[in-house]
């Protein structure tokens, strides 16, 4: 058995990262002992991958960097495999390899990792191995290219699927979601009201603590807030939380502008009528 390198110098994904540690997925992902494949297993209901470690087996930093990210395709492979449950997705489970059932499952599985990958920003020659691996599966199938566009209603809901709970360990990172639906600073419906724009708390030169924000389009400017809303503010460690908090305070703090901004419109769309 070859000697296991570290991890030095392989891609990293927190979020990915975090979901295996904090076991935040519909089942188990075993990712910490050293297994020849990677698997999903619908008998046990668990995911086990190799090790990370064992990913890292290019020559060059470039290479060495991918094999990071190729663990990672192959744990969202994996894990795509698990959202076909009756009580998840309720996709039919292939029957033995190699035949049609069993070949459908593994295109919905590997252009849900394909997808999910290319929203990641992963090399894009990992992608083009999945592109490989999709044109094996299509021989098996002996059907048309076309055929990919019947699966893609599958691969779209176990993408959504993953990437919601991945959006959770990213907020919790305090970093961007990757859908809009998961991003508290996301622009709201037509009929929910405008959110602040590039709101902040910042401390000043003075010392004191000010919040900026735009509304609608209009520069609210910079109002003081007390330094115990300052403190409460920058304590909050959930991304959520602190969206929710700004934006209350946000409301309290730029109220006069607000009505006045909110009269200048009501008094400018009577002019237009």
Request: aromatic share 8%; proline share 5%.
């Amino acid at each position: 058995m070859p000697e296991l390198r570290d991890k030095e110098g392989m891609y990293v994904h927190p979020a990915l990262d975090r979901m295996i540690d904090t076991q935040g997925w519909l089942c188990p992902i075993q990712a910490d002992k050293r297994v020849d494949g990677a698997f999903y297993s619908p008998a046990q209901d668990i995911v086990v991958l190799p090790m990370k470690e064992q990913f890292n087996i290019g020559n060059t930093p470039e290479e060495i960097y991918r094999g990071g990210m190729e663990f990672y395709s192959t744990m969202l492979h994996e894990i795509s495999h698990s959202t076909m449950t009756p009580e998840r997705l309720n996709r039919e489970m292939g029957g033995r390899f190699g035949d049609p059932k069993y070949a459908r499952e593994e295109l919905v599985a590997e252009l849900t990792a394909a997808m999910i990958s290319h929203s990641m920003g992963f090399d894009s020659k990992v992608t083009d191995n999945s592109a490989a691996y999709l044109d094996s599966w299509i021989s098996v199938l002996k059907q048309e290219p076309k055929f990919i566009v019947s699966v893609m209603a599958d691969v779209n809901k176990s993408s959504e699927m993953i990437l919601d709970h991945v959006d959770k360990q990213r907020l919790a990172l305090n970093e961007q979601p990757y859908l809009t639906k998961n991003d508290p600073f996301a622009p709201l419906g037509e009929n929910e009201e405008v959110p602040f724009k590039n709101a902040a708390i910042v401390k000043t030169k003075s010392g004191d603590y000010a919040i900026r924000a735009s509304y609608d389009g209009v520069e609210l400017g910079l109002k003081k807030v007390s330094k115990d809303t300052a403190k409460t503010y920058f304590q909050l460690t959930d991304y959520k939380d602190k969206a929710a908090f700004l934006n209350m305070t946000a409301h309290k703090t730029f109220e006069p502008e607000l009505a006045n901004l909110k009269r200048t419109q009501a008094v400018g769309a009577k002019m237009s009528i």
